[in-house]
């Protein structure tokens, strides 16, 4: 029996989602039958068509604009996404759409292996659907954190705020906006980073490519890195189980 599942966002050129799951099916068994594809919508509305176009569709992950977004078209959200306001994965089940949040799960096991227990004072920049999956989760861990952002009413600090004193306070980093992303490598959040803490740790949700220029800046200046790649294996997995639960 076919078995599809997929990625919707407006751009996928940068996701390894497809490749991810592909390599993953090609082990047979359980997997028989199973196909991931991409599904780039150039407006959430176009996701009424897909799904007219797609009956075999079991689950799909959610990616940017519209973590948000897809809210209007789910019939049951778990708490835990409710609360972040954001979903990362949807379950069809009887022709229902059940929405969930797994970033949350990939986002607890990166701080894990970057800060362990650890609380430090921390610069969250973006306001998008990831950045609350962050915020969810540095507020779980009791972690102080400030929101940075280009819009003035959205953030506590603008990029044009970050100053020396503010960057030697500051015991980590976290990107989560798509600034860096593949195709435009070239690209960072604009920051001073020669004015880093001593033993900063920066965390970049972004994983295409491995290395961006913010986790490079950062290395350059002594910050301990990590990039996405944990977090996006870790809720790729998590949506499996939930695509596949009962």
Not at 82 to 95: L, M, Q, S
Not at 96 to 108: E, Q, Y
Not at 150 to 167: F, S
């Amino acid at each position: 029996m076919k078995r599809l599942y997929g990625l919707i966002g407006r751009t996928l050129s940068h996701s390894f989602s497809a490749a991810y799951f592909a390599r993953k099916f090609a082990a047979g068994g359980e997997f028989e039958g199973c196909e991931y594809r991409n599904f780039e919508l150039p407006d959430i509305d176009d996701i009424v068509r897909m799904l007219d176009e797609n009956p075999d569709l079991c689950g799909f992950n959610v990616t940017i604009p519209y973590k948000r977004d897809i809210f209007r078209y789910l019939d049951t959200v778990s708490d835990e996404a409710r609360r972040i306001g954001a979903v990362n994965c949807v379950k069809i089940d009887g022709g229902k759409l059940h929405g969930f949040n797994t970033d949350v799960d990939g986002i607890r096991v990166s701080l894990d292996s970057l800060i362990g227990g650890s609380r430090p004072e921390t610069l969250l920049l973006g306001t998008g659907g990831a950045s609350q999956a962050v915020q969810y989760v540095l507020a779980e861990r009791e972690i102080p954190y400030r929101i940075v952002s280009r819009d003035p009413m959205r953030g506590n600090l603008t990029y044009e705020q970050i100053d020396r004193q503010v960057m030697q306070h500051t015991g980590m980093i976290i990107n989560a906006t798509p600034v860096g992303t593949f195709p435009h490598t070239d690209e960072a959040p604009a920051l001073p980073y020669g004015d880093l803490s001593e033993g900063c740790a920066m965390f970049d949700l972004v994983y295409n490519p491995p290395v961006t220029r913010f986790l490079a800046l950062g290395a350059e200046h002594g910050a301990a890195t990590l990039n996405g790649q944990m977090m996006f294996e870790e809720q790729a997995e998590r949506s499996w189980v939930i695509w596949n639960s009962r």
